[in-house]
């Protein structure tokens, strides 16, 4: 059964595994279930996915539940008027807060604006060395993404040089080995942890946050930082 965060008449969000896909995907082939499947089946109704998240990515996923609110969504997002917030552990220490303005190339050629805000909520040193460093350091950050690219968050900050752990194209091959090897730790440490946007009906602001799924919240032990005050919302008793 899929965690259902919020729902009423109109709209459904769910807190997506990591690891499954949104819906069928020529490039996944390898997939054998679907959040859209999955969530229709559970609730035995046509569902519209109002906007995508990547396979790796857990968290907050928002689904219409009609073609009228779908399409007044779908504007939302096109128009960057949905508030997203993204948890990431990333390798080394990142500024205090930051701007990311680097713009990221479509698939189809296209080159597009992009822009992604940060803040860094705590940082780390473990006593592990890797290859020249004795130690290795790591941060936790909340990223706002103010426009929707492809990849955005994980392009963003492979070009700072702090990549998400775990991320497989944009990330570091000796770190995701370190953590595949010494916590058999695999999953993209990437959450949404909340989106807000503006009821199609009600025209009232809604707010939906997903809880930290087993393995960031794993890590999030291992890096000492399960009594950070800011991340309280996203750790469930």
């Given at each position: 059964?899929?965690?259902?965060l919020y ?7 769910i807190?997506?595994?990591h ?14 279930e ?5 969530l229709?089946?559970?609730?035995g109704q046509?569902v519209?996915p ?6 790796k ?5 928002l ?15 096109m ?8 948890l990431?552990?990333v ?14 190339e ?7 604006e ?6 860094t ?6 006593n592990?060395?890797l ?22 968050i994980?392009?963003?900050f ?12 944009h990330?570091?091959n ?10 058999q730790m ?32 794993r890590?999030i ?16 008793s």
């Amino acid at each position: 059964m899929l965690s259902i965060l919020y729902q009423d008449t109109d709209v459904v969000a769910i807190n997506k595994p990591h690891g499954l896909l949104v819906h069928r995907s020529r490039i996944a082939k390898d997939a054998q279930e679907f959040a859209l499947q999955l969530l229709r089946d559970q609730l035995g109704q046509t569902v519209y996915p109002a906007h995508r998240i990547d396979r790796k990515t857990g968290g907050v996923l928002l689904f219409a539940l009609n073609q009228r609110v779908l399409s007044n969504l779908q504007i939302q997002f096109m128009e960057n008027n949905v508030d997203k917030q993204y948890l990431a552990i990333v390798r080394g220490y990142t500024d205090k807060s930051g701007k990311i303005d680097y713009a990221l190339e479509n698939d189809n050629g296209k080159v597009q604006e992009a822009f992604t805000q940060y803040t860094t909520l705590a940082q780390t040193e473990l006593n592990v060395p890797l290859r020249k460093h004795a130690t290795s350091r790591y941060s936790l950050v909340l990223a706002k993404p103010h426009t929707g690219r492809y990849h955005q968050i994980r392009k963003h900050f492979k070009h700072i040089f702090h990549p998400i752990i775990g991320d497989r194209p944009h990330g570091c091959n000796k770190q995701n080995r370190l953590f595949k090897e010494r916590w058999q730790m695999t999953t993209m440490l990437l959450h949404a942890a909340s989106l807000a946007f503006t009821h199609p009906s009600s025209n009232k602001k809604v707010l939906v946050e997903a809880s930290l799924q087993s393995e960031f919240r794993r890590m999030i032990h291992l890096m000492g930082w399960s009594d950070l005050e800011e991340i309280q919302t996203f750790l469930p008793s």
